[in-house]
């Protein structure tokens, strides 16, 4: 690792992906389901996006080729980083991207400050806790000069106390990897080796507690890339949720909700009694502090505003019922039981299943789904069917129902296949950009790469393309992409017309 980074790591870069919690639409989303207006999603055009701490700028292209009417702007203060960025965006033609190379700890007092337009959305995704205690003093000062009144701003981060078991874990890596390795991803993955060994000889705070074990079991299939940003980083810090939300408030921000939909609803972050124990408390933040400890997630995706301008519950729901839902799964794979925080929750499917066979003909609005079944005694409410058709992931808001498919989306979708078409990272998530959706759908890179291919060449050879996709591979590998190829065709091809990719 070289002195420039100041401690985080700068010689290996950070992954592609995307995280539609970042999506403006999905922030808006997070904000009327918890009575805050937004004009992200009745008026999307013209809108200023400002990512901080950009990586490789995948999620900010993204963006910029699904809405040619954004002006978005990306910052990350490694210039290889700047440097890919720039040319996927040349290569694309985009031309309402721009790209800073700064260091968000000195960017706000320094002539690169007004390169940086005012922001009607913010996306911090991982920095918060990957930094140093001046580098996110200067990303409060630069959020307080650039977000507009009424700006939403999304900040994840690792999350106490759900990380509490596994700080041990991330010491051992980072110690043990900088002292048996060089490079970064070596590092970590030698520190890994060590805390793996620590966790066969029964080391007591090494990998004992659920949430390490649960850690361990993911790190299995993780990029060496993403262990070294994870563990490596010399500022790593794990924070609470009200330490965040009393340095925003320094930029006039107000916590509004979890962009994880599920998160915002009691009932399904907390059992019975954990809500009673809540509910003693008026203070927001105490709320979270009791969610938190009762068995939050260890990366919490907050949304924040400049100025809350307050719904009544009949607005509120009049705004949510307009909104238009896309389907994102088959019909036939759609889940009527999902794992959240207070254990599982079940979607009645009389009232569901008739909605998922309307979304798969055509994209409706949550008042139109609520029509199918108006008869129905306790029938499911606006806010409850887009927090669990959208926050299970199976549905998704578009911004422009009735929009069509793009000719810049196809050359986002080349090159974006170019980066990540080889066989050993096929199965890592990516995104499909969509003008309908104003944003991505998550997919597996190799169903990116099935799409370049089917819009590219137009018949599809399922066998002839796992040679093509991953040439060299053995007989069995082949047989076995070629499978997977014809179904990502027969399942997806539905899902890809609806979210208006093809």
Same mark, same amino acid.
């Not at 995280?19 to 997070?30: D, G, I, K």
């Not at 609470?240 to 930029?251: I, K, P």
């Given at each position: 690792m070289t002195d420039w980074g100041g401690g985080y790591v700068t010689d290996v870069a950070y992954l592609l992906g995307f995280?539609?919690?970042?999506?403006?639409?999905?922030?808006?989303?997070?904000a009327l389901i918890n009575g805050v207006a937004s004009e992200v999603i009745e008026q999307p055009e013209g809108l200023s996006y400002l990512e901080l701490g950009s990586g490789l700028g995948f999620s900010a292209l993204l963006l910029a080729a699904s809405n040619p009417s954004w002006r978005v702007t990306a910052i990350d203060f490694n210039p290889e980083h700047i440097a890919e960025s720039r040319a996927f965006a040349a290569e694309v033609g985009l031309r309402n991207i721009t790209f800073l190379e700064a260091d968000l700890a000195a960017l706000a007092d320094s002539p690169p400050e007004a390169l940086v337009p005012e922001a009607d959305v913010v996306s911090l995704h991982g920095v918060w806790t990957w930094v140093s205690a001046a580098t996110r003093a200067g990303i409060v000062k630069l959020l307080r000069a650039k977000v507009r009144a009424g700006g939403l701003v999304h900040v994840s981060y690792n999350a106490l106390p759900a990380w509490q078991g596994a700080l041990g874990l991330q010491r051992v890596v980072r110690e043990a990897g900088r002292k048996l390795a060089g490079r970064s991803d070596r590092q970590a993955a030698a520190g890994l080796e060590t805390v793996r060994a620590l966790v066969a000889a029964s080391a007591r705070y090494v990998g004992t507690d659920p949430f390490s074990k649960q850690l361990l079991e993911r790190l299995n299939d993780a990029s060496t890339g993403y262990l070294a940003h994870e563990f490596m980083n010399r500022d790593?810090?794990?924070?609470?949720?009200? #330490?965040? =939300?009393?340095?925003? !408030?320094?930029?006039?921000?107000?916590?509004?909700?979890?962009?994880?939909?599920?998160?915002?609803?009691? #009932?399904? =972050?907390?059992?019975? !009694?954990?809500?009673?124990?809540?509910?003693?408390?008026?203070?927001p933040l105490l709320f979270e502090l009791i969610k938190d400890v009762s068995g939050g997630p260890a990366l919490r995706h907050d949304v924040y505003v400049r100025g809350a301008r307050r719904l009544g519950e009949n607005e509120r729901n009049r705004i949510l019922s307009g909104l238009t839902l896309v389907l994102t799964r088959p019909p036939g794979r759609f889940a009527y039981e999902i794992e959240v925080a207070a254990g599982k929750a079940t979607l009645n499917r009389e009232s569901y299943e008739p909605m998922v066979e309307a979304l798969a003909a055509a994209p409706r609005t949550i008042a139109g789904l609520l029509a199918l079944r108006e008869r129905e005694q306790g029938r499911a409410t606006p806010p409850e069917i887009a927090a669990m058709m959208v926050g299970s992931g199976q549905a998704m808001v578009a911004l422009r129902p009735g929009a069509g498919p793009l000719p810049e989306l196809d050359r986002f979708h080349a090159a974006a296949a170019r980066r990540v078409g080889r066989f050993d990272t096929l199965a890592r998530s990516i995104g499909l950009a969509s003008h309908r959706l104003g944003s991505g759908l998550v997919v597996p890179a190799l169903e990116l790469v099935v799409l370049n291919r089917l819009i590219s060449e137009g018949a599809a050879e399922p066998s002839a393309w796992a040679r093509l996709i991953a040439p060299g591979i053995d007989d069995a590998q082949a047989e076995s992409l070629g499978k997977d190829i014809a179904r990502i065709l027969e399942e997806r091809t539905q899902i890809w017309r609806l979210a208006g990719t093809v």
């Open positions: 995280h539609p919690e970042q999506s403006p639409a999905h922030m808006a989303l997070t790593w810090q794990p924070v609470f949720h009200a #330490d965040v =939300a009393t340095a925003l !408030a320094e930029a006039k921000l107000s916590y509004v909700g979890s962009a994880r939909l599920y998160e915002n609803f009691p #009932d399904l =972050a907390m059992n019975e !009694a954990q809500r009673t124990a809540a509910a003693r408390f008026d203070d």
